[in-house]
């Protein structure tokens, strides 16, 4: 997964963490947590503020 997977990426956060809501989760954690999935193998330091909100909305959606 790539950081532009911002669908892919938030299905397996909400398969990986499904009690959590996306809302209450820091940037920093986010981050922490997407680079930390087997899938991902992009460049660590590419994911920006606008990046992990497309993310993070993408699973709130996902989480209904």
Same mark, same amino acid.
């Given at each position: 997964?790539?950081? !532009? =997977?911002? +669908?892919? #990426? @938030?299905? @397996?956060?909400? =398969?990986? +963490? *499904? =009690? #959590?809501? *996306?809302?209450? /989760?820091? +940037?920093? =954690?986010?981050?922490?947590? #997407? /680079?930390?999935?087997?899938? +991902?193998?992009?460049?660590? !330091?590419?994911?920006?503020?606008? /990046?992990?909100?497309? #993310?993070?909305? @993408?699973? /709130?959606?996902?989480?209904?």
């Amino acid at each position: 997964m790539k950081w !532009t =997977d911002t +669908f892919r #990426i @938030a299905e @397996a956060l909400c =398969d990986k +963490f *499904p =009690d #959590i809501d *996306p809302l209450t /989760v820091r +940037f920093t =954690d986010l981050h922490n947590w #997407i /680079v930390d999935l087997e899938e +991902f193998n992009d460049d660590h !330091t590419r994911g920006g503020e606008k /990046v992990l909100e497309a #993310i993070q909305m @993408a699973w /709130v959606e996902e989480s209904k």
